[in-house]
């Protein structure tokens, strides 16, 4: 129902309208400004944009949160990036390319595949480069899983138990599913031949469904082929596998220099750096 308005002049806009009762259902309003109206209009429809952009934001911060933390990224590596290795010799730079390459193409390692080994020496800065690679993949919204060689076969050998909530194919589908794969301390382990098996069981089913593998090693690309196995390693090889050789001197040394805490008082605290 509608009473009859009388004309009203909007100083805002310099313009008149006419001013209505309206009544709907026990309850009223009155008609304003058309151009007043059409502001409110617009700055509610900006404040619903920037409300869900900030939900948005906040929502895709709490997902990579998360999938930090499923992960498996050691904490102290969820930071390391390429951009703050520090690559000083000419090999050091030849095997950062040889990463950033590997980021750069980020589609087509997904697409075929495509793993790569890391070798070289303690502290050389391959968990540096691997957290590098796989912090990447996150931001990318692509699942992460980073272990050890030992803790991918606990996991298997878990399911052995009697009371086990899992099957063995189960975990193995578990990690297949990942997108990113990445085994650290290939080597440390005797090699057996049950061992040689269970790993060829989940790089084959990655290999099968295109996923990529980062595996972590101390030891020497020979010694590598000899403990991972030839079957193992031509699975790495496909897609364009890459190798990337840290083979100088520790690199965590430079890392630890760069971290130090500040200078503290002597007087107070007398104990020497390590």
């Known amino acids: 129902m509608n009473n009859q308005g009388d004309m009203q002049k909007c100083t805002k806009h310099n313009t008149q309208y006419l001013r209505i009762k309206h009544i709907w259902k026990e309850k009223s309003f009155i008609s304003g400004c ?132 899992k099957t063995e194919q189960e975990v193995i589908d578990d990690l297949r599913e990942v997108d990113l794969l990445i085994l650290d301390e290939i080597g440390l382990q005797k090699g057996s031949e049950s061992e040689e098996y269970l790993l060829f069981e989940v790089l084959n089913e990655r290999y099968g469904y295109f996923k990529p593998t980062i595996i972590i090693s101390n030891l020497g690309i020979v010694d590598i082929k000899r403990y991972i196995g030839i079957r193992v390693m031509d699975r790495l090889k496909e897609g364009g596998g890459k190798l990337a050789v840290l083979d100088w001197k520790s690199y965590r040394k430079q890392v630890l220099k760069d971290e130090r805490l500040p200078t503290l008082s002597k007087s107070k605290y007398t104990n020497k750096n390590l």
């Open 34 to 165: 058309i151009k007043c109206h059409l502001e409110i209009i617009e700055i509610q429809r900006k404040d619903n944009f920037y409300m869900k952009r900030e939900f948005q934001k906040r929502n895709d911060e709490a997902r990579i949160a998360t999938s930090f933390r499923r992960s498996g990224i050691p904490p102290r590596y969820t930071t390391r990036t390429i951009d703050n290795f520090k690559a000083i010799t000419k090999q050091q730079r030849n095997t950062l390319s040889t990463v950033k390459n590997y980021i750069n193409n980020f589609d087509y390692v997904m697409e075929k595949g495509t793993g790569m080994i890391m070798t070289g020496g303690v502290g050389t800065g391959k968990t540096h480069l691997a957290s590098a690679i796989a912090n990447y993949f996150i931001k990318r919204e692509k699942t992460v899983s980073f272990m050890t060689i030992s803790a991918m076969f606990r996991k298997i050998r878990e399911t052995y138990r009697i009371n086990s909530k």
